[in-house]
């Protein structure tokens, strides 16, 4: 029988154990075991990964803890600016959306680009028109106030620090726990067919409609029922240029490797870049592979061969 699984992450970065209370951190465990129950949930009923990808991605953007959706971070104009794509990696469709405002889940936005729209790709106030066309949910600004993203960017609010700027001391101390918070997922579902979903409030105190590697195909999440499954997460501006997502993807293709051996080879070369962060993948036999190059990252997955893990810290 086909195996199904599915994997989740909640961002990678500098988190470490000594930086969490235990509150916190059955807090983010609490946030992922609701998000990959319900992912997991359609797998079982024999939905489709796109729509497992979604249902985890929707949970992870309503829990303040993570950045995206509700939990976004500040721009450099004191709002939340979010990117979000998905795609099937059976028909290679993909939708994908950035610097939208008040759209409660960016990822069903993704999703109505990906069905119902003839375009891949929009941004700013024409995807934010789409939203409202299709009756996509919108909140008002204050939903996505948290005190600690708002805490977060007062520090940094006057400053020119809006990148990871890793000679700046300040941003440096200020960003170690909260570094990278994107959230994703990848599934492979009963009949074979994979898909991958990435959502984002970016970077705090960033400016000039910066857009990360999220919500571009191929860089931040990538689908293709002959290969894998990829969702990023991690510096945007190297996994832009390493086009990371594909790169898996090409490695597998071209030169006949595993999905953890290709994810470790890019993981690996993102390190040599300087782009701090990770990955999880899932091919089209319903393996998985969770790697960093860091020291933690928000992840679980969950499979059919009866396979459940959740984890923040290490690559255990
Ligand atoms: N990759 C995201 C970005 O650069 C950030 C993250 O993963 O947290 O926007």
Redesign the pocket.
Known sequence: MQRFSLVIHG???TILKEDMTPDLEEAYQKGLNEALDAGYAVLEEGGSSVNAVKAAVVILEDNVLF?AGKGSVFTKKGVQEM?AAIMDGHTLDAGSIAGVRNVRNPIELATEVLRNSNHVFLSGKGANDFAIKQGVKLEPDDFFFSQFRYDQWKALRDSDNYSLDHTHQRLEELMRDK????VGAVACDVDGHIAAATS????TN?KYG?????PIIGS?TYANNATCAIS??????I?IRAVAAYDVSCLMEYKGMSLQQAMQTVVDKLRRMEGE?GMIGVDAAGNTAMVINCAGMYRAMRSSNGEHFVGIYGTE
């Open positions: 961002g990678a970065g950045n990117d570094k990278f918070g994107t984002t409030g970016g970077m960033k910066r857009i990360g590697d999220t931040g990023c997460t991690g510096h945007g501006e996994f962060g």
